[in-house]
């Protein structure tokens, strides 16, 4: 068994929260790593911290690009289906 260092992927695409900030692999063209989630949808909004841009990843490619989670948001209330 060898261990991983480093490489751990951290981020459960199922368990993003709004408001959890988030640092990507590759950073925004303007220097920045770190993104704040304000849309949980089909796509995840996110803001660029550091420019305040605003993209949509699908959560297919948000996990991928992930790098670990900074800081968590509140926990939010069971989404309602239907
Ligand atoms: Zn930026």
């Given at each position: 068994?060898?261990?991983?260092?480093?490489?751990?992927?951290?981020?459960?695409?199922?368990?993003?929260r709004?408001?959890d900030?988030?640092?990507?692999?590759?950073?925004?063209?303007?220097?920045?790593?770190?993104?704040?989630?304000?849309?949980?949808?089909?796509?995840?909004?996110?803001?660029?911290?550091?420019?305040?841009?605003?993209?949509?990843?699908?959560?297919?490619?948000?996990?991928?690009?992930?790098?670990?989670?900074?800081s968590r948001g509140?926990?939010?209330?069971?989404?309602?289906?239907?």
């Amino acid at each position: 068994m060898t261990p991983i260092l480093g490489v751990i992927p951290v981020i459960d695409p199922t368990d993003i929260r709004l408001d959890d900030v988030v640092q990507m692999r590759k950073p925004h063209p303007c220097g920045g790593d770190r993104w704040q989630v304000v849309r949980l949808g089909t796509d995840i909004g996110l803001i660029c911290q550091t420019c305040g841009r605003k993209v949509y990843l699908p959560r297919s490619k948000f996990a991928r690009q992930a790098k670990r989670i900074l800081s968590r948001g509140a926990e939010s209330p069971p989404v309602v289906q239907g």
